[in-house]
């Protein structure tokens, strides 16, 4: 009996192979960065907010000069706009300020402009200016009647840090810049991140079956058979050159070229070896030719010199045959994973295997119950994961069989629910974990 490996122990082995050809450097963080992967923590500059500030426009003042009282009248001093540098605040008096202003040394508190006498300024002053116009401010160009909910200190007062401290990690490595990300580290004080070089993959399809253009043979030899002439060679469409092109290009890789070639060692060996020096590639992934049949053409390339691959079989449904190792160019080995052909194992050992391995960002994962109208078996020695659908109730359903063909339930998906080994059978209420996928039927 074929001895199986544990899911884990297979993305360890690829990870490792492909970090020895990753590389990183420095880039901008700006928007040309989104989706690009930190390569080492990232801390905070500087304190945001770097200064106490207001966060609404109204009257800075201090708490003791609220003395209880439900209604009381200041006088003003010189207003506070965003961006100036203002003086400390005399006890006994009120300044407007404006909201993001920063607070004077000693204001405690911002009473909301929506309690004062006027109820509203009637005029934002010139931005950085203390000395604007006090009418622009309040009804009365020396004074102001406030009438505060609150003598709370700190209301209304964004404090110096409250967001973030100079010197938190705000980046972990392995982590991808989302727009969050990359407004967060530009209000710290951060320029630069040193990030991952997205790999440079050529993507392969194996099978003399296999060809982009084998519906349209097909379906002329269907209806118009005197037109037809021979039947065509290739019998299935391409679905995976497409599909794990896209995958990997999701998952951070940038694919550099994509082919389709026959059962033949040698072609298929020439073809990889030109794509990749050509294309300067850092990784080379074909789906097909694993499994144990006679015709198997990259187990077959194994035996080639400049090869060096192993095939080991996962303890997993679909997806257990998988490959893995090197291709020798002149100067150097490229990194090669190779996949199942059934097109719903080769997706899944993308993401399952070439994700994490490529240093993607996981998927969420939660433990949902199932909803099912009937038991349904899964082989128990293996780790099963179905495609489901995602319900409005927080349950999910599973969507069609575990076969590795049925590629359209896989497309409408939105989950893989994780069968663990050790389990013959689910069934409706059982509660498992659930990986969350892109996209499916939304």
């Known amino acids: 009996m074929t001895q199986r490996i544990p899911l884990a122990e297979h993305v360890a082995d690829a990870r490792a192979l492909l970090d020895a050809v990753r590389g990183r450097r420095p880039v901008a963080v700006d928007a040309a960065a989104l989706g690009r992967i ?30 209880g ?19 400390a605040l005399d006890p006994g008096t009120a300044r407007a300020i404006m909201t993001g202003a920063p607070l004077p040394a000693g204001a405690e508190l911002v009473v909301p402009v929506e309690e004062s006498a006027r109820g509203t300024f009637t005029a934002e002053p010139t ?5 604007a116009d006090p009418e622009d401010w309040t009804s009365d160009p020396g004074i102001v009647t406030l009438t505060p909910a609150s003598a ?3 209301r209304y ?38 990030a991952w070089e997205p790999l440079r993959v050529v993507v392969c399809s194996t099978g003399s079956e296999v060809g982009a253009d084998a519906p349209d043979a097909l379906r002329t030899e269907a209806l118009c058979p005197e037109e037809s002439g021979a039947p065509a060679r290739a019998t299935i469409g391409d679905a995976n050159g497409p599909g794990l092109a896209a995958a990997l290009s999701e998952a951070g890789a940038v694919v550099v070229a994509t082919a389709v070639v026959p059962d033949d060692a040698q072609t298929l060996l020439t073809t990889l070896r030109e794509l990749a020096a050509v294309h300067d590639a850092d990784l080379i992934v074909t789906s097909g030719g694993v499994s144990q049949g006679a015709y198997e053409v990259v187990r077959r390339a194994a035996a080639h010199e400049g090869v060096t691959l192993a095939f080991p079989t ?11 190792g090197s291709l020798a160019l002149d100067d150097r080995p490229v990194p090669w994973m190779a996949l199942p052909g059934n097109p719903v194992s080769a997706l899944l050992g993308a993401e399952l295997i070439l994700r994490p391995a490529l240093g993607a960002p996981p998927r969420p994962r939660l433990r949902l119950p199932l909803q099912l109208e009937a038991p349904e078996p899964s082989p128990a020695h293996l780790d099963q994961y ?6 409005p109730s927080g349950r999910v359903r599973l969507a069609g069989g575990p076969s590795s063909h049925l590629l359209g339930a896989l497309a409408g998906a939105d989950a893989l629910v994780l069968v663990p080994r050790g389990v013959g059978a689910v069934h ?15």
């Open 157 to 194: 007062v964004r404090r110096r840090g409250s967001d973030t401290r100079a010197g938190d990690t705000v980046l972990r490595e392995g982590q991808a810049l989302t727009a969050a990300r990359i407004a967060h580290l530009a209000s710290c004080g951060v320029r630069e991140i040193e």
């Open 127 to 131: 931005a950085g200016t203390a000395d």
């Open 38 to 67: 930190a390569a080492e923590p990232v801390r905070a500059r500087i304190d945001v907010p770097g200064v106490d500030n207001s966060q609404m426009d109204g009257f800075a003042l201090r708490a003791a000069d609220l003395r």
């Open 386 to 391: 179905r495609r489901a659908y995602l319900l």
């Open 314 to 324: 996962l303890a997993i449904q679909p997806g257990g045959p998988q490959g893995i």
């Open 152 to 154: 709370e200190p700190g």
């Open 428 to 442: 409706d209420g059982d509660e498992l974990e659930t990986l969350l996928l892109p996209g499916g039927g939304r």
């Open 69 to 87: 009282t439900a209604t009381l009248t200041l006088p003003l001093g010189a207003p506070i706009a965003a961006g100036d540098a203002p003086s």
